[in-house]
């Protein structure tokens, strides 16, 4: 009886220490888990202070400014541009650049200077005259953090 209790608490020693490899496996995974979480998280972070700072520079920019997909649709603005067009331009949000027109200008084309800039993969620029001001109007070929493409109008009072 002696070495069939000796033979069954070395069995149940042996279970005991493949459980504890198992939940010691578990834990290192548990924890590089853990730690890839916290890194992207960090990056997470990261990207978002970022965007901010972007959202920002982009917002506080005192000239128009006019986002354009490379398919030629408006995706973003700021509110400066507003003044460049007389009217409400989160109506024009993902319209086709044709759309966009500015008021009391002549011989300006938009869409020939987003295509311009697509095309050559050069920036753009043009010079017109609104409400007897003088406009430049710039048009700059971008490429997000994704790879995407598209193109940023600026619209400056040549006075600045």
């Known amino acids: ?6 033979q069954l608490i070395r069995k149940k020693n042996l279970e005991i220490e493949e459980s504890h490899e198992e939940l010691k496996a578990k834990a290192e995974e548990a924890q590089r888990a853990a730690e890839e ?8 972070t990261n990207s978002m202070a970022v965007l ?3 959202q920002l520079m982009f ?3 005192p000239n128009g400014l006019v986002g354009v997909s490379s398919e030629g649709l408006i995706v973003q603005f700021n509110s400066s541009a507003i003044r460049f ?12 650049i044709e759309g966009l027109e500015m008021p009391e200008t ?3 084309n938009l869409k020939a ?22 406009v430049r109007i710039s048009c ?9 493409r598209g193109v940023v109008f600026r619209f400056a009072d040549d006075q600045q």
């Open 85 to 96: 067009f007389g009217y409400d331009l989160h109506k024009m949000r993902m319209q086709h």
């Open 59 to 61: 917002e506080g920019d």
């Open 113 to 134: 200077l987003f295509e311009e800039a697509v095309k050559s993969g050069e920036s753009a620029v043009a010079e017109c005259t609104q409400k007897n001001r003088p």
């Open 106 to 108: 002549t011989g300006i």
């Open 37 to 44: 979480l916290r890194i992207k998280n960090e990056e997470l």
């Open 140 to 148: 700059y070929r971008l490429e997000d953090i994704r790879g995407e």
């Open 1 to 6: 009886m002696d070495r069939r209790l000796t």
């Open 52 to 54: 901010r700072l972007y």
